[in-house]
Nanobody
Framework: QVQLVESGGGSVQPGGSLNLSCAAS????????MGWYRQAPGQQRELVAT?????????NYLDSVKGRFTISSDRAKHTVHLQMNTLEPEDTAVYFC???????????????WGPGTQVTVSS
């Protein structure tokens, strides 16, 4: 019914940058909170950044990524992006896209998750 697909992961050296993208598809009526989570090996999934449909002023970040990561969204295209700069080895994880979406036929509002994309920061 609704699917999320991430792209843009990969391997970079410390100090490098990556831009993650996530596109939602299906019978979408509206998107609400969209965001990125990450899970490193042996650790619990944690919130990295979220943004709701009020725009960039509503963005919320994990303390350790503030000033380095920027979340943005395009509601018309049902996409959310995460620009990651000055990457550190501690940012290595699988990054998951999440979106709270109202869809039709049937009408339901739910949280949806992408399958994840690997980000590796290593020298």
């Amino acid at each position: 019914q609704v699917q999320l697909v991430e792209s843009g992961g990969g391997s970079v050296q410390p100090g490098g940058s990556l831009n993650l993208s996530c596109a939602a598809s299906g019978r979408i009526v509206s998107t609400y909170t969209m965001g990125w989570y990450r899970q490193a090996p042996g650790q619990q999934r944690e919130l990295v950044a979220t943004i709701d449909n009020y725009g960039s002023a509503s963005a919320n970040y994990l303390d350790s990524v503030k000033g380095r990561f920027t979340i943005s969204s395009d509601r018309a295209k049902h996409t959310v992006h995460l620009q990651m700069n000055t990457l550190e080895p501690e940012d290595t994880a699988v990054y998951f896209c999440m979106a709270n979406i109202l869809s039709r036929d049937p009408w339901v509002r739910n949280n949806y998750w992408g399958p994840g994309t690997q980000v590796t920061v290593s020298s």
